[in-house]
């Protein structure tokens, strides 16, 4: 599945705006916007768009997906678009002061991922591959243009929304990803003392990676980063599996913030 590398912005059209000027301002080409959001005959004319649109835009730098903040935004429809949550976003941008307090024009790291569609996608198979649901993925991608519910186009780029729970986001692995001993897995965890928990688990219930411990770069309150190597304590017998991260009460152990990364063998 062609996961597209990169840093990532999503845009709101202003007033004024053209493609150049957007392209300029973000390290981007006018090519490469028109491409990514279908700016092309048959669904609209070259070059055209308008105040609200959201635009995915893409240049070389590292890859990971920002949010540029326009008018009317706030975390709590930023969390709904990126199926995640407030406290989660507020956490992984150390910029902002107060949860309340967003500015135009900041950027902020959303979890998220940019897939390009491919022939014979449709819209259940990508959510499906990804482990979301189609709900999620219509709605990380409202206010697109060239988007629609119905019919995809090759080329295409869609914002997918990264597995998260309140307290924990994995960055990498991508879902739907090739995974082997020695791959990173990352980002950032909320936790007592910053002690989280991973394992592996393939399709046919075998636990390739027993209950391992995660030391992340910070404790509760505070969200701390977390990247460490995958180590497998036995071969996978399927081809697909689950990577868990997640924590433990400590009130009675059970298993508390789950993420749930689709995996490939």
């Keep these: 599945m062609p996961i597209v590398n990169g840093m990532h912005y999503v845009y709101t059209v202003q007033p004024g705006d053209t493609l150049y000027s957007i392209a300029l301002r973000l390290g981007s080409s006018v090519t490469d916007i028109e491409s990514a959001n279908a700016l092309y005959p048959p669904f609209t004319d070259p070059g055209l768009i308008f105040p609200g649109q959201l635009l995915l835009v893409t240049n070389p730098g590292t890859t990971q997906t920002n949010h540029i903040v326009a008018t009317g935004d706030n975390l709590y429809r930023l969390a709904q678009r990126y199926s995640t949550t407030v406290d989660l976003l507020f956490g992984i941008n150390p910029q902002l002061p107060d949860p309340g307090l967003i500015y ?20 259940n198979r990508i959510a499906a591959w990804f482990g979301l649901s189609l709900s999620a993925l219509l709605q990380a991608n409202e206010q697109r243009p060239g988007f629609s519910p119905d ?64 030391q992340a770069s910070a404790g509760g309150p ?44």
Excluded: C, H, M
Aim: glycine share 8%.
């Design 104 to 123: 135009v024009n900041q950027r902020l790291l959303v979890p998220a991922f940019v897939y390009q569609v491919e022939s014979g996608d449709t819209l």
């Design 151 to 214: 019919v995809i186009f090759p080329g295409y780029r869609l914002l997918i929304p990264l597995p998260s729970s309140r307290n924990i986001v994995v960055f990498r692995p991508f879902p739907g990803t090739r995974i082997s001993r020695g791959t990173i897995f990352s980002r950032f965890a909320r936790a007592f003392e910053g002690a989280i928990l991973y394992k592996i688990v393939d399709a046919a219930g075998t636990t390739v990676t027993s209950e391992s411990p995660i």
């Design 222 to 265: 505070s969200f701390g980063s977390y990247s460490l190597p995958i180590t497998f304590n036995r071969n996978p017998s399927a081809q697909t599996g689950e990577l868990w991260v997640y924590a433990r009460s400590a009130k009675d152990g059970s298993i508390v913030d789950l993420v749930k990364v689709r995996v490939l063998f």
